[in-house]
Structure formats: structure tokens, C-alpha cells
């Protein structure tokens, strides 16, 4: 069985920082892109940070300079390292795999596998 389990997440006050894990099991995503997404209460999913097989990484306009994904393909884990939080950070964070392509997408429907998302709150 197929699992990603994400861990790291709680609550912090702004400008702290959190680092998100997402491990891997029941098979290896070494060759394959990871991303995390993240949805606050009454919006919709989005895209926060991507990473390819290679490690060439994306992230979304609202979290550039702050925050960074990472991967180890050994352990078969990505990580999302957060910085200068704020309270339009929190949300949900969920991680994301998808199969069948090196191609790194940018919206949820192109990612067939999911974990149980981890709360992330940013007190003010």
C-alpha cells in the first residue's frame, strides 16, 4: 500500500519558522515530481512548492524567498522548509506525488497521490 505521511506541521507565531517532512512508502517516487499544496478554510487547494526527480524545484509566487522544498531520494522524502510565516500561511499542508511523467505540474488534479495533510497555524 502506497503512503505519504506528512509531519512537521503545528502552530507558530509570525516570522517564525517550520520545516514539513513527507515520507514515502510502499514504493519509491525517486524518479518521479513531488509537490506540496496547502488550503485554507473556505478556499481552494493551491500549489506551494514542487520539486523534480532532479531536484529542480518551482514555487509559487506567495511563498518565494520564504519558504523551500528539498528532497531525499535515499530516504525517499521531500521536505518544505518554512520561514517568515504569516498568518496567510495557514492552512492545511498537504503533500503530492504524481506518476508517469518527469513533467512537474502546477495544479492538484495532476497529482494521483496524496497524504492526510498537516495543520499549519500562524498566530498573529
Known amino acids: 500500500q502506497v503512503q505519504l505521511v506528512e509531519s512537521g506541521g503545528g502552530l507558530v507565531q509570525v516570522g517564525g519558522s517550520l520545516r514539513l517532512s513527507c515520507a514515502a512508502s510502499?514504493?519509491?517516487?525517486?524518479?518521479?515530481?513531488m509537490a506540496w499544496f496547502r488550503q485554507a478554510p473556505g478556499k481552494e487547494r493551491e500549489f506551494v512548492a514542487g520539486?523534480?526527480?532532479?531536484?529542480?524545484?518551482t514555487h509559487a509566487d506567495s511563498v518565494k524567498g520564504r519558504f523551500t522544498i528539498s528532497r531525499d531520494n535515499t530516504k525517499n522524502t521531500v521536505y518544505l522548509q518554512m520561514n517568515g510565516l504569516k498568518p496567510d500561511d495557514t492552512a492545511v499542508y498537504y503533500c503530492?506525488?504524481?506518476?508517469?511523467?518527469?513533467?512537474?505540474?502546477?495544479?492538484?488534479?495532476?497529482?494521483?497521490?496524496w497524504g492526510q495533510g498537516t495543520q499549519v497555524t500562524v498566530s498573529s
Open positions: 510502499g514504493r519509491t517516487f525517486s524518479a518521479n515530481p
Open positions: 503530492a506525488a504524481k506518476t508517469g511523467t518527469y513533467y512537474l505540474g502546477l495544479v492538484d488534479y495532476e497529482y494521483n497521490y
Open positions: 520539486i523534480t526527480w532532479s531536484g529542480g524545484s
